[in-house]
């Protein structure tokens, strides 16, 4: 959908956090022009957010960015949901799309009444219209708004969801992989700005492989970056040896742990 080209509607934030900030400047950043209603805690970030875009306003309260909205989205952490929502209501006909990791459907619907209910796992790299985004169960109009952020991945089961949602657990390790690299080549005297450069670099370029790669060659890629004898072959042979590639598993299925006793 190009920008601009979109029927227009209203979004309420409930939660002006990270994820909602990331979302906002996304959307805005793209030329995609709704009314937006910000709930007003946080108030820095949703006064900041509202003085910078166009059509933009911080509501007085939870009830009131509800009553604004014909997309409500759920933007607080699972422990501040109840508080967030009460004495807040719902309309029938209004999209309610939770963003609360581990809070399932069926406790959404109960929280929202007469709406109808979805999830959505966007993650702050929409800020730059990228990166994975999970939808499940949602409506056409949740759907192709999302895709002007990301890439979309609609799941048919809330377990899919989790599965993807504990891989996203691993986004800080990978800068802190890329900062350590960059602090190794500055220990042997290259400059910051280099360093700092050369390794972003070099992780955006292999990324940018991996995205214009066909399925089928995905499982190629480890080899054609690599010359017999050569640097690549060398690490990853280490590293493989070490279990490097395997340690991924224990943190991943403890997250699914957690995950699965919120849902059952
Ligand atoms: N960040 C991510 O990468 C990511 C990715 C996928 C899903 N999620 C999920 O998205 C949700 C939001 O994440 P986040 O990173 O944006 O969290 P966050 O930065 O902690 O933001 C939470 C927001 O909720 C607000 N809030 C708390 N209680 C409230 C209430 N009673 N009424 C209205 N607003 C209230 C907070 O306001 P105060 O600052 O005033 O407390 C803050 O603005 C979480 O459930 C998280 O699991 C996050």
């Known amino acids: 959908m190009k920008p601009g080209s979109e029927q227009a509607m209203k979004l309420g934030f409930l939660g002006t ?5 990331a979302l906002v400047s996304g959307l805005r950043s793209r030329g995609v022009s709704h009314e937006i209603y910000l709930s007003p ?5 949703s006064a900041m957010l509202a003085a910078r875009y166009p059509n ?4 007085q309260s939870n009830t009131s960015v509800t009553e604004s909205s014909d997309l409500v989205f759920l933007a607080m952490r699972p422990t501040q949901v109840e508080a967030a929502l009460e004495g ?16 399932s459907l069926q406790e959404i619907a109960i929280l929202a009444p007469r709406s109808s209910v979805c999830r959505v796992l966007p993650l702050p790299t929409v800020e730059y219209g990228r990166g994975p ?11 192709d708004l999302f895709s002007q952020l990301g890439d979309v991945i609609p799941v048919d089961t809330e377990h899919e969801l989790q599965a993807l949602g504990c891989v996203s657990g ?20 290259v400059s910051r700005r280099n360093a700092s450069v050369y390794v972003r670099s ?11 790669t066909p399925f089928e060659g995905q499982s190629e890629l480890s080899a054609r970056h690599e010359t017999k004898g050569g ?4 690490v990853r042979r280490h590293l493989r040896e070490q279990g490097w590639f395997k340690e991924p598993t224990e943190p991943l299925e403890r997250l699914q742990g957690l995950a699965r006793s919120s849902l059952d």
């Open 88 to 103: 807040v209501s719902f309309r029938k006909g209004q999209v309610v799309v939770s963003f609360v990791t581990g809070l």
């Open 202 to 212: 070099m992780f955006a370029g292999l990324a940018n492989t991996a995205m214009h």
């Open 17 to 21: 956090g990270a994820l909602t900030t």
């Open 41 to 45: 805690r946080s108030e820095t970030t």
């Open 56 to 59: 933009i306003v911080r509501a």
């Open 170 to 189: 691993f986004m800080s390790t990978y800068f802190e992989l890329q900062q350590s690299l960059a602090c190794w080549l500055e220990e042997q005297g």
């Open 231 to 234: 640097l690549n072959e060398r």
């Open 133 to 143: 985004i999970i939808c499940y169960s949602t409506p056409h109009v949740v759907t």
